[in-house]
Structures are given as C-alpha cells and as structure tokens.
C-alpha cells in the first residue's frame, strides 16, 4: 500500500482544516488506518485510527471533540476532520496503515504499522 496524505496548510487559532490519506496498491478496506503527528524533536505521535470497516475510531485525548476520524473504502481513502485547531496542533501529520491481528484494533504505535506516507504540515497561527 502507497499512501499520500494532503490537505495540510495555514489556518489560524480556532479554524479547520480536513486532512485527507489517498492510498494505492492493495486493498485499501483490509487495513486500519491511523493518523500520528510529529513536532521537531519528538517522536510520532498518535492522534486518531479507525478500524478497516469504520466501525470503530479512536483518539487520542486532546483531540476528542475536536477531530473525526473517517474512511471512504470505495476511494481508496481516509480523512482526518481537525475542528478549533490551536498552537498546539502544530505539527506534520502523516497516515499510517496496518493489517491488525485483532480487526477492532488499532495500534497507538507508530513502529506497528506496514505503510506510512511522507505527511502534510499543519501550522497554526495564533
């Protein structure tokens, strides 16, 4: 699986901004899809995932009420909706794409993962 991930950019303190991870190669619907994030200095962090079939999502707690996690299976892609971004949502955001042992789950560690795109920049000005 390829990933490309699009739709980072400049937005200021309280805008949005949709992330989206275009993915290629095998099929797409077999894999949990998370979305990590990483500052200068610090390791990737996990930010959302959502299983192969959608039925579940998961986040990471500063982004709870703010970000939705979803998937187009049909498209060969997913989303990351950022809602109220602030300063600290500053980051690279990159996809990732595993095959899970346990389809419900989703893996917080990025090491865990098959597929990883190159990411899109996310700045939030204050």
């Known amino acids: 699986v390829q990933l490309e991930e699009s739709g980072g950019g400049l937005v200021q303190a309280g805008g949005s901004l949709r992330l989206s991870c275009g993915a290629s190669?095998?099929?797409?619907?077999?894999?949990?899809i998370a979305w990590f994030r990483q500052t200068p200095g610090a390791e990737r962090a996990f930010v959302a995932g959502i299983t192969w079939d959608g039925g579940r999502t998961y986040y990471e707690d500063s982004v709870k009420g703010r970000f939705t996690v979803s998937r187009d299976n049909a498209k060969n892609t997913a989303y990351l909706q950022m809602n109220n971004l602030t300063s600290e949502d500053t980051a690279v955001y990159y996809c990732?794409?595993?095959?899970?042992?346990?389809?419900?789950?989703?893996?917080?560690?990025?090491?865990?993962?098959?597929?990883g795109g190159r990411g899109t920049s996310v700045v939030v000005s204050s």
């Open positions: 990732a794409a595993d095959l899970p042992e346990i389809a419900t789950e989703v893996s917080r560690n990025f090491n865990d993962y098959d597929y």
């Open positions: 190669g095998r099929a797409f619907s077999s894999y949990s």
